[in-house]
Antibody, heavy 120, light 107 residues
């Protein structure tokens, strides 16, 4: 059974750096074709893709946020970490991680999400 | 960026109705189109991949069609558990982009 779970702070102050961890099980990020992505959703709004990392360490970022984002993986811990610098209240959202494969190219399995509020 | 535009933004329907949601891409995306269902407070769930392939475990009343720029998600007979918000997403080119969502409400 494949599961993913996001963890991190629920509240951050403006200008701070957010660090989110996606811990997964049931698959390996050393398997060819597998990737993990981050997607966020402000309250009442649509989904927005942020970043994606593949088994071969290929990394993709949303151009509009690229300067603020870093995605890394730790295959020994089955974790993917997303950092976002210079947080602003508009970054308040539920942040999801999700698994993808080059076979389906979709986000097949999602974590439950973690709500992050940016406020002083 | 490839813009994904869904229509309608919301609709009201009754159990048993046939429901169709449209997604249009701002440029051709071949069949790199996916549909997700999201219920309040829950993560999205993949329904359809590659425009028309049904994800394992998804009821057969859901179907997808289209290629290029125009796509549809059809629910052949709406069930109570189908009231939710539906999103399309393209993976033809990064940045990956989603539609704005279509909320299906009870009539």
């Amino acid at each position: 059974q494949i599961t993913l779970k996001e963890s991190g702070p629920t509240l951050v102050k403006p200008t701070q750096t957010l660090t989110l961890t996606c811990t997964f099980s049931g698959f390996s990020l050393t398997t060819s074709g597998v990737g993990v992505g981050w997607i966020r959703q402000p309250p009442g709004k649509a989904l927005e893709w942020l970043a994606l990392i593949y088994w071969d360490d290929d990394k993709r970022y949303s151009p509009s946020l690229k300067s603020r984002l870093t995605i890394t993986k730790d295959t020994s811990k089955n974790q993917v970490v997303l950092t976002m610098t210079n947080m602003d209240p508009v970054d308040t959202a539920t942040y999801y991680c999700a698994m993808t494969t080059l076979t389906s190219d979709a986000f097949d399995i999602w974590g439950q999400g973690t709500m992050v509020t940016v406020s002083s | 960026d490839i813009q994904m535009t869904q229509s309608p933004s919301s609709l009201s329907a009754s159990v048993g109705d046939r429901v169709t949601i449209t997604c249009r891409a701002s440029q051709s995306i071949s069949k790199y189109l996916y549909w997700y269902q999201q219920k309040p407070g829950k993560a999205p769930k993949l329904l359809i991949y590659a425009a028309s392939s049904l994800q394992s475990g998804v009821p057969s009343r859901f179907s997808g069609s289209g290629s290029g720029t125009d796509f549809t998600l059809t629910i052949s007979s709406l069930q109570a558990e189908d009231f939710a918000t539906y999103y399309c997403q393209q993976s033809y080119r990064t940045p990956l982009t989603f539609g704005q969502g279509t909320k299906v409400e009870i009539k």
